[in-house]
């Protein structure tokens, strides 16, 4: 039979934790039991200091701080510290933008880099942000591309000689199920195709090897497990061997050689700066590169098994505790082929999570029915994960989610 899970377990596997400390890097409100880290991540203790000193050299020192503090470069310096994190190397990572924007920037040269082809091709359920800007980007080139969409499994086969570029999110946003980067990038290449990989979900939360597995391009979001705040700037990558190959379809004024010549015809910068397009947001840059100073004393091996770890007790804990009240896992079973999150389907889902979030365990819920729950490996305990299950179980059997206001819709679920 499996052993019972009990607190005295979870609190067990908090003593033996190797990222315990880590929790006192952020600041957390008492009482909540905080699983969207996936979505927004924790607000680390040091950024509202950075931020600080940051509006304070602007208050002194004015516009003579893109120089005296090289605001300028930032978007390098804090791309070169992402780029330890997903497996790239300095100068193959630049910051800016939106994930959106950076989509729709590489998707663009990826089929400027493969001439003849003219298919993207992705996963039909794929975040849908990357198939709106693959559609918009179809509709300006007068329907000269196509953009094909396929289930997970159907993927290596569809990879033909029209496909210029294959695009996928690492590990689905929905489901959490991580797709085998290395397995489908060898199989593009084998069929000429190059491969491109949102890590909004992944990065952060385990360790990546782009430059190992054959990456042509990647993009990410930063306010996630990277802990950048709301609406952080994004970042893309661009392996070594195709930057200078690349004229970016959006050409701007911070991605040329030389930005203050101010010369009318573009000319592209010769590193991965010609990526850039406007000027840099100095605040939100420092709000991220705070974020990311965390990592400089963490192990993301460590932080992947804790992932693991988080997920197996949480499934655990809802077999034992949940049973009988409809919940359906919507995330691969073995926590070994999931990201850092567990997903249950369930017809009332979202009046679920905000019958939860009045007991302040905050998850969220993704259309049409599933109920997510982020694991954050920095500062989510195992006793938060088996507090947050007795909740559940306590909104499921006494209903307390059939309300009419828990099942008002906010604009942002």
Known sequence: MTETITRAVAEAMDAGDALGGCREWFTLPPGVIYLDGNS????????SDRLA???????????AGWNRHDWIGWPRRVGDRIARLIGAEPGEVIVADSTSINV????????????????????????????????GLRRLLDDAIDLRTVDARALPDALDKDVAVLMLTHVHYRTGAIHDMAALTAAARRAGALALWDLSHSAGAMPLALNRAGVDLAVGGSY?????????????FVA?????????????????????????????????????????????????DAGLELFEAVDLRQVRSKCIALGELFRRVVTQECGGHGLRLASPADPEHC????????????????????????????????????????????VDVFDAVLALRDVLQTRAWD??????????T
């Not at 082809?117 to 990357?130: C, G, K, M, Q």
């Open 40 to 47: 927004l991540g924790a607000l680390p203790r040091t950024t």
């Open 53 to 63: 000193r940051v509006v304070e050299d602007w208050g002194r020192d004015l516009i």
């Open 104 to 135: 729709f920037k590489l998707l663009a040269a990826a089929l400027e880099l493969n001439p003849g082809r003219r298919v993207i091709l992705s996963e039909a359920d794929n975040f849908p942000t990357d198939l709106h800007i693959a559609q």
């Open 224 to 236: 996630k497990y990277l802990n950048g705040g709301p609406g952080a700037p994004a970042y893309l």
């Open 240 to 288: 070594e061997r195709w930057i200078d190959r690349i004229q970016p379809a959006l050409a701007g004024w911070m991605g040329h050689a030389q930005p203050f010549d101010f010369d009318t015809t573009y000319e592209p910068a010769p590193g991965i700066e010609r990526l850039l397009v406007g000027t840099p947001p100095v605040l939100s840059l420092a709000a991220l």
């Open 339 to 382: 990201g850092s999150q567990v997903s249950y389907a369930h017809p009332d889902g979202y009046a679920i999570v905000q019958a939860l979030i009045e007991r302040r365990v905050i998850g969220d819920f993704r259309a049409p029915d599933v109920m997510r729950f982020g694991f954050a490996p920095l500062y989510v305990r195992y």
């Open 403 to 412: 309300q009419p206001r828990f099942r008002l819709r906010a604009l942002v």
